[in-house]
C-alpha cells in the first residue's frame, strides 16, 4: 500500500493547472487552499503564468524547487496520465486528480482510466481520483477542494464548541455528496477530521482510507458514501478491522433502486450491483445502512455522543413536558423495533412524588410542563434511568428557548456524569443555537426528528450487541469438510445443469437431504417405484432443461399405485409441451414429505461478493411473497440462527394457526451445512437451489423436496452469450 500520509498530511503541494481565474474550478480551488491557514509551502504550475493568485507560478513540476508531497492535477483528461509519470518520475509521492472524463465517458476513458493505475502502481504512489472533488483534512486546515462547502464564506471548518471530544470522517465516492454531509452537519457541531472524495478510484478506494484512519487512531465514526466496491475482500477485512476497534462505519449506498443503478453506470462507471448482496454484506460485518444524508448525520451525532455507553437492550424510557410529544416519540419508539415498558413500582413512585396528578408515571412519563420548570428535565431522566427495566432513556424537550437548559445545566452534567445508561435528546421545536451549544457542551446528542432519535437508539443497540457476539467468539476458520475432494471430483465430471437425482448424492455426502427417492425412466419402473415406497408420492420430471419444474406442469403430487402410470405419462407431455427440445432423462419418485412451513433455501453467486446464502419464505411462491435474507458464507449456527430471525415473517416459525412451533435448530443445521458445501464449492458452483424446504414441527428436522445445482460453467458461457 503506498504512504496515504503523504496524500492526507502532506507538507507541500504542487497544483498543477493552478490559475488566477477564481470563476473557474482551477482557480477556485488554489483560492480554496488559501482561504485556510494551511502550514506547507503551496506551489501552483501553470505553463502560461509567472504567478497565480500572489504565488510565484513554475512552468512544471520538473522544476519546482524540491518534489512536492502532493500534486493536485486539474487539467484535461488526455493530459493526466503523462503528467502524472511526470510526478512520478520527479518522486512525487501522493496526486489527487480532480478531472473528469474517464471510464465514465466510455471506452477510450476507461483506457485512460487504466493508465493511472499502471502508473500509480509502477511509482508507488498514493493516488485519488479521478472524478473526485477532492478532499479536506479539518485538522491540517488543507482544503483542496472546489466545493464550495469549504469556502471561506461558507463559515469555519471547526465548530467552535464541539460535541464531545470524538471525530468523524467522511469517505465518499461521490465528490459532491461527500462534501454535503459536512455541510449539513454543521449545524450539529461535529468535529470532522478527513473528508475524502475518491471518484472512480483508479488506484486508492475509500476501504484504503478507511484502513489508513484506523490506524492513524483519530477517527471514531466513518461516513462512508458508497456506489460500488471494487475490492470486495478489501472492504470485509476493513469492515471487521473497524467492528473489533469499535469504530462505526455508518454506509449511505448509492444505487439501490433499478434506476439509481443505470445514474451510478453513467455517473464513475461504477457497477451498483445487487442491493441484497450488500446488505447482507453490511449485516455480516456489523456496517449500519443510513437511508439519507440526515439519517448518516444523526447515527454519527449518537455515537459520537454516546459510543462509550451504548444501550444493553431495547427499553427506552421516555420523559417528557408534552403528553403528545411523549406519545409521538413512543410511536417512533415502536416503529423502530424498540420497547417502551411500564416502569417499575419503586420508580414510578418516585416520579410520582413530583409531578401534578394529571400527569403520568408510566411510561411515557408525562412529567407536565410544571413538573418540568419546578424539578428540570434533568431531575426525571435522572429517576427514570435508575429503573432496572429501562435500558436507555429519551429525554423530550423544547430547545426553542435556551434559558431554561441554562438554568438546568449543573443538574444536567452531573446527569451525564453518573448515568451508566445512554440519554437522547429530542426536540419537537426548531433548537436554539444556545440549546444546541449547551447540550454539546455537555455532550448530549440533540435531534430535531422524533424517528431519527428512536432510528439512532436502534441502531446502537443492535451494534453493540453484534459486536459483542464478535468479539467474545473465536475467528472463524472454515475448515473443508471430509468429502470435498469426492464432491470436487464429481461435479467436474458432471454437466453445467445437475437435477434432483444428481444434485441429491452430493448434497447429502454434506449432510443435507437424505430423502428416500427412486429415479426411473419408464411408466413401468414408475409404478413399480411407487409401490415400492408405498402411501402417496409425488412423480418429477428430471431435465437440465427444465430446471423449474411446476411452471412446465412437470410435476404430480399424491400420486398413487393405480394412477402411477398415468402420472408418468402426464407429466412427460406436460414437459415435452412446454420445452419441446428439452432433453429428458426420466423421472424422480419421492414419498410425499409431511406438512409444514415451506421455505427455499439456495446458494447465488454475486459477481461482487461471491457465493451468498439465501432464505426465503414461501417455496414456489418465494418471489410473490418477496420476505428473503442474503448472508455470505459459510456461516456458523449462530449466524443462521440470526439469519431466520431477519425473515419478516419469521413469526410463523411459532405457533401458528394451531401449528406447532417450527424446527427451526433442523433448518438453521441445514444452512450451515449447506453453506459450507457452497464455500467448499465456491470455484464449481454457481447456483444451488433447494425448493422447497418443509420445515416440520419442533423436533421433527426438515425435508428438502426439491434440489438443483448449476455449475459456474454455465453462468460464465451466458455470459459469454449475452456479450456476445
Known amino acids: 500500500m503506498p504512504d496515504i500520509g503523504k496524500l492526507l498530511w502532506p507538507k507541500s503541494i504542487a497544483v498543477v493547472g493552478a490559475s488566477s481565474d477564481v470563476q473557474g474550478l482551477r482557480g477556485r480551488i488554489l483560492e480554496t487552499i488559501l482561504s485556510h491557514p494551511f502550514a506547507g509551502k503551496i506551489y501552483p504550475v501553470s505553463r502560461g503564468a509567472n504567478e497565480v493568485q500572489a504565488l510565484k507560478a513554475y512552468s512544471s513540476v520538473d522544476v519546482l524547487p524540491e518534489p512536492a508531497d502532493l500534486a493536485i492535477l486539474i487539467i484535461p483528461a488526455q493530459y493526466i496520465a503523462s503528467e502524472l509519470e511526470r510526478c512520478g518520475r520527479r518522486r512525487i509521492k501522493a496526486a489527487v486528480i480532480l478531472s473528469s472524463g474517464f471510464a465514465e465517458e466510455g471506452e477510450a476513458g476507461a483506457r485512460m482510466q487504466n493508465d493511472i493505475a499502471v502508473i500509480a502502481r509502477r511509482y508507488d504512489m498514493a493516488v485519488s481520483g479521478p472524478n473526485s472533488e477532492g478532499f479536506a ?81 483519530m477517527t471514531d465514526v466513518f461516513l462512508l458514501l458508497l456506489e460500488d466496491v471494487k475490492s470486495p475482500e478489501t472492504f470485509k477485512r476493513v469492515a471487521e478491522k473497524a467492528l473489533r476497534a469499535g469504530k462505526p462505519i455508518i454506509v449511505g449506498k448509492i444505487g439501490r433502486s433499478e434506476v439509481g443503478s443505470r445514474a451510478v453506470a453513467s455517473h464513475t462507471a461504477a457497477l451498483a450491483g445487487s442491493n441484497a448482496a450488500y446488505r447482507a454484506i453490511f449485516d455480516h460485518y456489523g456496517v449500519i445502512e443510513a437511508q439519507e444524508l440526515d439519517d448518516m448525520i444523526d447515527l454519527a451525532v449518537g455515537f459520537l455522543a454516546c459510543g462509550d455507553s451504548m444501550p444493553a437492550g431495547k427499553r427506552i424510557g421516555i420523559c417528557t413536558a408534552s403528553g403528545g410529544a411523549g406519545v409521538w416519540m413512543a410511536d417512533a419508539c415502536a416503529a423502530a423495533g424498540l420497547e417502551v415498558p411500564v416502569l417499575d413500582d419503586a420508580t414510578r413512585k418516585s416520579i410520582d412524588e413530583y409531578i401534578p396528578s394529571y400527569g403520568t408515571s408510566q411510561n411515557p412519563v408525562d412529567c407536565t410542563a410544571q413538573g418540568v420548570h419546578k424539578m428540570g428535565y434533568a431531575t426525571f431522566a435522572h429517576i427514570v434511568a435508575q429503573s432496572p427495566r429501562i ?334
Open 391 to 724: 435500558d436507555a432513556i429519551a429525554v423530550v424537550v423544547t430547545a426553542r428557548r435556551s434559558a431554561f437548559l441554562e438554568h438546568d445545566l449543573p443538574k444536567l452534567k452531573s446527569l451525564k456524569k453518573d448515568s451508566r445508561k445512554p440519554i437522547f435528546m429530542w426536540t419537537y421545536t426548531l433548537p436554539a443555537e444556545r440549546s444546541v451549544e449547551i447540550l454539546n457542551e455537555v455532550g448530549y446528542p440533540l435531534f430535531t426528528g422524533s424517528f431519527g432519535c428512536a432510528r439512532t437508539m436502534r441502531a446502537m443497540v443492535d451494534y453493540r450487541a453484534f459486536r459483542e457476539r464478535t468479539l467474545n467468539k473465536p475467528r472463524a476458520r472454515s475448515t473443508p469438510h471430509p468429502a470435498r475432494a469426492k464432491v470436487h471430483a464429481l461435479l467436474a465430471a458432471s454437466g453445467a445443469v445437475l437435477t434432483e437425482y444428481q444434485a441429491r448424492p452430493l448434497l447429502e455426502a454434506y449432510g443435507i437431504g437424505g430423502n428416500v427417492y427412486t429415479f426411473a425412466r419408464s411408466a413401468a419402473e414408475v409404478e413399480a417405484a411407487v409401490k415400492a415406497l408405498g402411501g402417496a408420492v409425488a412423480v418429477k420430471v428430471q431435465s437440465g432443461d427444465i430446471p423449474h419444474k411446476t411452471e412446465a406442469g412437470a410435476v404430480s403430487l399424491n400420486v398413487s399405485p393405480e394412477n402411477a402410470r398415468a402420472a408418468y405419462e402426464r407429466v412427460l407431455e406436460n414437459a415435452k409441451r412446454f420445452a419441446p427440445a428439452a432433453k429428458i432423462e426420466g423421472v424422480v419418485v419421492q414419498p410425499m414429505a409431511p406438512p409444514g412451513r415451506e421455505v427455499i433455501v439456495g446458494i447465488s453467486r454475486d459477481k461482487c461478493w461471491g457465493s451468498l446464502l439465501m432464505l426465503g419464505l414461501g417455496g414456489v411462491l418465494v418471489e410473490a411473497l418477496n420476505d428473503a435474507v442474503l448472508a455470505p458464507v459459510p456461516l456458523d449456527r449462530e449466524a443462521a440462527l440470526a439469519l431466520i430471525s431477519r425473515l419478516k415473517c419469521n413469526v410463523m416459525f411459532g405457533p401458528y394457526r394451531g401449528m406447532q412451533p417450527a424446527d427451526i435448530e433442523a433448518l438453521a443445521d441445514l444452512i450451515v451445512k449447506l453453506s459450507q458445501f457452497a464455500s467448499d464449492h465456491a470455484d464449481d458452483i454457481a447456483e444451488v437451489d433447494l425448493n422447497p424446504v418443509i420445515v416440520h414441527g419442533k423436533g421433527d428436522g426438515v425435508s428438502v423436496a426439491d434440489a438443483l445445482i448449476l455449475k459456474r460453467t454455465l453462468q460464465q458461457a451466458e455470459r459469454r452469450t449475452a456479450a456476445g
Open 137 to 217: 483534512n479539518i485538522a491540517a486546515a488543507l482544503c483542496p477542494t472546489f466545493s464550495p462547502a469549504m469556502d471561506k464564506s461558507a463559515g469555519p471548518i471547526e465548530p467552535a464548541r464541539a460535541l464531545g471530544t470524538g471525530q468523524v470522517s467522511v469517505i465518499s465516492q461521490s465528490g459532491g455528496l461527500g462534501f454535503a454531509v459536512f455541510d449539513r452537519a454543521r449545524p450539529r457541531n461535529l468535529k470532522f477530521r478527513h473528508i475524502v472524495t475518491t471518484g472512480n478510484e483508479a488506484a486508492l478506494q475509500a476501504s484504503d482510507f478507511i484502513d489508513y484512519m484506523l490506524d492513524e487512531g
